[in-house]
């Protein structure tokens, strides 16, 4: 069984502030994505990293994917009260047959105060 | 219609009735997921339908959970004789093909009393 260990699982941070958010396995992913989650909403990908060590920006947010396939970063610079939300790290799998199935880590809680 | 849709958004029920959820998902994408979001949990894998193609049913968590897909297009969730632990959002996403980005829908969340 595949695992997403996301942390931290709670950050409340002021506005202005940097913050990072990991997701670590011990399995490797054959691509791993972000997703946003708002009360009352469905997750939103934001982004999808495929390449080990790729380093992919999204305005203020920096996504990174490990050498080894098996770890992602998030980094947000500048956080603002718009960032607030439920953030997801989610691997596709490795093994031949089940690609489609998404393994989703628990979340971290974001909450930027003004 | 634009996004994928879920009905009822919200569902309080007695313990023991059987509950059905809907999906409506994006025209013309041909897999549909269902996922379980418990609080603290994370998304939890339910069941996937890719085409005309047997489902894979290996997330669903008991007997009393099944799902269609009819015409290739909408599903529906069923949740039969309901317990306390069956409390959740359940979230249908659809994509193009398999492997393709999914996008989600707002999910029902389900209260079991």
């Known amino acids: 069984t595949q695992l997403l260990e996301q942390s931290p699982q709670f950050l409340s941070i002021q506005e202005g502030e940097n913050l990072t958010v990991y997701c670590n396995s011990s399995?490797?992913?054959?691509?791993l994505q972000w997703y946003r989650q708002e009360p009352g909403e469905g997750p939103v990908l934001l982004v999808t990293?495929?390449?080990?060590?790729e380093v992919k920006k999204l305005k203020r947010l920096t996504f990174q994917f490990g050498d080894a396939r098996k770890d992602s970063s998030l980094h947000i610079t500048a956080a603002q009260p718009g960032d607030t939300g439920l953030y997801l790290c989610?691997?596709?799998?490795?093994?031949?047959?089940?690609?489609?199935?998404?393994?989703f880590g628990k979340g971290t809680l974001l909450t930027v105060n003004p | 219609g634009a996004g994928v849709s879920q009905s009822p958004s919200n569902k309080v029920t007695e313990k023991g009735k059987d509950v059905e959820l809907r999906c409506d998902p994006i025209?013309?994408?041909?897999?549909l997921y269902w996922y379980r979001q418990s609080l603290g949990q994370g998304l939890e894998f339910l069941i996937y339908?890719?085409?005309?193609?047997?489902?894979?049913k290996s997330g669903l968590p008991s007997d009393r959970f099944s799902a269609e897909r009819t015409g290739g297009s909408v599903s529906t969730l069923t949740i039969q004789r309901t317990q306390q632990e069956d409390s959740a959002v359940y979230l249908c996403?659809?994509?193009?093909?398999?492997?393709?980005?999914?996008?989600f829908g707002d999910g029902t969340r389900l209260s079991i009393l």
């Open positions: 996403a659809s994509s193009l093909v398999w492997g393709q980005p999914q996008h």
């Open positions: 399995s490797v992913f054959s691509s």
């Open positions: 990293v495929v390449t080990g060590g």
């Open positions: 989610a691997g596709e799998g490795n093994s031949g047959g089940s690609n489609y199935k998404l393994t």
């Open positions: 025209s013309g994408h041909t897999a």
């Open positions: 339908f890719q085409g005309n193609s047997a489902p894979d």
